[in-house]
Structures are given as structure tokens and as C-alpha cells.
């Protein structure tokens, strides 16, 4: 199942750890603190020039080759989406009753 955080990203919903509404995130000192040095490191994906309203982390598991092992790569998106939106998406599958 995927997720679709706004313009055209998508991502698989194994891979989100958390989505954090904005607000709440600028409320914590430590919070900010993260997303600053996520963005130093370039973590940070913006998704659209939107005031974001969510904040969306991801971590992928990339095998880099046969031999090798599995690499975590983490993205943290800002989404004009609100995360109470997001949220009842991933959900969705959940309520349908077939």
C-alpha cells in the first residue's frame, strides 16, 4: 500500500516511521533541533512551496549488491497535507469492509 503525500510523491506506507503534524514539532526544542540537522544533512525533502503542515519520516532499506548488506536510507518530508488527513489515509484500507 503506498501513501500520497502531495504533489506527485508517493511512498510505501512500510516505510513511514511517523508523521508529526508542524505545530506540534516547533512546540519542542529537541524537535527542532533534529529537523535542523536533518536538513543540514540533507535529509529533508520539501514537497511543494506550501507551508507544510506535516512532517512525514521515512526509512528505506537499500541493498546496495548480492554480497552486500541492506543500507537505511532516511527522507523526511514536509507535506502541505495535514497530518490528520494523512493519517486517515493509511487508514482507509482498514475501515472498507469487503
Keep these: ?3 500520497h503525500l502531495g504533489g506527485d510523491v508517493v511512498v510505501p506506507i512500510k ?3 511517523s508523521i508529526v503534524d508542524i505545530a506540534s514539532i516547533s ?3 529537541d524537535s527542532k533541533e533534529f529537523l535542523k540537522v536533518a536538513e543540514e544533512e540533507e535529509f529533508i525533502v520539501r514537497i511543494s512551496e ?3 503542515k506535516s512532517c512525514i519520516i521515512t526509512e528505506k532499506k537499500i541493498k546496495r549488491s548480492k554480497k552486500s548488506s541492506k543500507e537505511v536510507k532516511t527522507v523526511i518530508y514536509y507535506s502541505p497535507i495535514s497530518s490528520v ?4 489515509r493509511t487508514n482507509f484500507m ?3 469492509h469487503l
Excluded: A, V, W
Aim: proline share 5%.
Design 15 to 17: 516505510d513511514i516511521i
Design 94 to 96: 482498514d475501515e472498507l
Design 1 to 3: 500500500m503506498f501513501l
Design 85 to 88: 488527513t494523512l493519517q486517515k
Design 50 to 52: 506550501e507551508e507544510p
Design 27 to 29: 512546540k519542542s526544542k
